[in-house]
């Protein structure tokens, strides 16, 4: 299981681009503020998956349905 996200995982699961990127760079300010200066980086798109679920308010975790 993948613990952090990008924008391409995020437009996998349906986002348009520019919601993908709003997601991640306020994934990456959440962060910031909780005082992971690291986040703090423009080069930088990956961000932790709770960061992510915290922005939405929502999981992001699928169980997969069996045939």
Do not use: C, Q
């Amino acid at each position: 299981m993948n613990t952090t996200d990008t924008k391409s995982d995020l437009e996998s699961l349906g986002f348009k681009p520019s919601v993908a990127t709003r997601i991640i760079r306020e994934s990456k300010i959440l962060m910031v503020n909780k005082g992971f200066n690291f986040y703090d980086n423009s080069k930088l798109g990956l961000v932790p998956k709770k960061a992510v679920e915290e922005i939405l308010g929502f999981s992001l975790t699928f169980e997969k349905k069996s045939a």
